[in-house]
C-alpha cells in the first residue's frame, strides 16, 4: 500500500457536485493499492498513520499525533499512486490493484482507522471521478510504502 499524508485545515471530496466526505483538521489520505498488498500492510499503515506525530505541540514543535488532538481523516482511494513511468509517456497502472480485491482492502482501512480513531472517517467513491479540495497546513505532506517502511 502507498499512501499520500496530508496535513489540513480542511479537506472535502465532491463526485458528481454532491458532497461524499469532509473534514476540519486532521489528515487528507490518498491511498494506493498493490496486488502484493495484504491485511498485515493494512493494520501497519493504519496505525502508522493515527500515529504519526506531525502536528504541532505548544512548543510548535510537531510532537502531537491525530490521535492526541482528535482529528478526523478523509480517506481516498487513488490507483495513480502505483503508476509506472519508466517507458514512454503513458504511465501504466498494473501494479495497482483490479477492484475486486482493491475495494475490500479499502473498505477494512476505512473501518480500521474508523475504529483507531474511535469515530468515522470521511471518503471519496471508490473508483469514481472525484473533486478533491483542501486547505494544506504547513505544508506538511508524508509518502508512506508498506513495502519500503523507511
Given at each position: 500500500m502507498r499512501a499520500v499524508i496530508q496535513r489540513v485545515k480542511r479537506a472535502s471530496c465532491h463526485v458528481e457536485e454532491k458532497l461524499t466526505g469532509e473534514i476540519k483538521d486532521g489528515l487528507l489520505v490518498l491511498l494506493g493499492i498493490e496486488d502484493a498488498d495484504e491485511q498485515e500492510d493494512l493494520e501497519w499503515l493504519a496505525a502508522k498513520i493515527c500515529n504519526l506525530r506531525i502536528f504541532g505541540d505548544d512548543a510548535g514543535l510537531m510532537n502531537k499525533s491525530l490521535l492526541d488532538l482528535g482529528?478526523?481523516?478523509?480517506?481516498?482511494?487513488q490507483f495513480t499512486l502505483f503508476a509506472a513511468?519508466?517507458?514512454g509517456n503513458r504511465p501504466g497502472f498494473t501494479r495497482a490493484a483490479r477492484p475486486e480485491k482493491a475495494i475490500p482492502l479499502?473498505?477494512?482501512m476505512q473501518q480500521q482507522l474508523a475504529r483507531l480513531l474511535g469515530k468515522p472517517?470521511?471518503?471519496?467513491i471508490f473508483g469514481a471521478d472525484m473533486q478533491i479540495s483542501l486547505v494544506?497546513?504547513?505544508?506538511?505532506?508524508?509518502?508512506?510504502?508498506t513495502k519500503n517502511k523507511e
Open positions: 482529528g478526523e481523516i478523509l480517506l481516498i482511494s513511468t519508466k517507458k479499502y473498505e477494512q472517517v470521511a471518503t471519496g494544506n497546513d504547513g505544508p506538511v505532506t508524508i509518502t508512506i510504502d
